[in-house]
Nanobody
Framework: QVQLVESGGGSVQAGGSLRLSCTAS????????MAWFRQVPGKEREGVAS????????YYADSVKGRFTISQGNARNTMYLQMNSLKPEDTAMYYC?????????????????????WGKGTLVTISS
């Protein structure tokens, strides 16, 4: 059974940085899509960034482009989201997602494709 566990959330002031981690387990595929999403209570879930594990290729939402960096860890089952120049509007629950058949990139981040596996989320709070 595929499991995703996020970590690294917390509270920082605007302009600060955080790095989120996602560790995946329970699968054997070597190339697949992973992504970060975020959601604020009362609002729709928003795609943040995606990466094709062991295949390269990253894609970002316009709202985070130039500030956030998605990357794969040395361990192939780990993914990171480095978040710099954080803004109060980045406050949200951040979720890691994975899918072994996803058309990684715009369809995932723009919400046209629903990922199969999700973590429970890690909370990011940015104060002004």
């Amino acid at each position: 059974q595929v499991q995703l566990v996020e970590s690294g959330g917390g509270s920082v002031q605007a302009g600060g940085s955080l790095r989120l981690s996602c560790t995946a387990s329970g699968y054997t595929a070597s190339r697949y899509c992973m992504a970060w999403f975020r959601q604020v209570p009362g609002k729709e879930r928003e795609g943040v960034a995606s990466i094709f594990i062991n295949g390269g290729g990253t894609y970002y939402a316009d709202s985070v482009k130039g500030r956030f960096t998605i990357s794969q860890g040395n361990a192939r089952n780990t993914m990171y989201l480095q978040m710099n120049s954080l803004k109060p509007e980045d406050t949200a629950m951040y979720y890691c997602a994975a899918d072994f058949d996803a058309p990684c990139g715009p369809p995932v981040v723009q919400g046209y494709y629903t990922m199969d596996y999700w973590g429970k989320g890690t909370l990011v709070t940015i104060s002004s």
